[in-house]
């Protein structure tokens, strides 16, 4: 069966980084595209970052565009954000998504799309 696997949470100040892994099985790896969602207390689930079957292309939400950096490593079926500069208002519960759909316009924002869903992990940037 598939799983997604998050893992790399925890608690930092604000200002510091944290490095978020997902770690996949059970799929394909190379016909996802895969995105990382957060959803912070009393909020929608909301897109972070994404990047397709190859590596090639990426989105980010803007409010972390040129502080946080998606990666996949197809050898070893796995995709990673590096968070940088975090601030409070990245505090959230953070989750790995699978998504099996070919899209002509990129990577999806829409959480209804992806077809599965890691756990998630938890990120707290203190003030």
């Known amino acids: 069966q598939v799983q997604l696997v998050e893992s790399g949470g925890g608690l930092v100040q604000a200002g510091g980084s944290l490095r978020l892994s997902c770690a996949a099985s059970g799929l394909t790896f190379t016909s996802y595209a895969m995105a990382w969602f957060r959803q912070a207390p009393g909020k929608e689930r909301q897109i972070v970052a994404g990047?397709?079957?190859?590596?090639?292309?990426?989105y980010y939400a803007d409010s972390v565009k040129g502080r946080f950096t998606v990666s996949r490593d197809n050898a070893r079926d796995t995709v990673d954000l590096q968070m940088n500069s975090l601030k409070p208002e990245d505090t959230a519960v953070y989750y790995c998504a699978a998504d099996r759909q070919v899209r002509l316009l990129g990577i999806s924002t829409a959480p209804n799309v992806y077809d599965y869903w890691g756990q998630g992990t938890q990120v707290t940037v203190s003030s």
């Open positions: 990047i397709n079957r190859s590596g090639g292309s990426t």
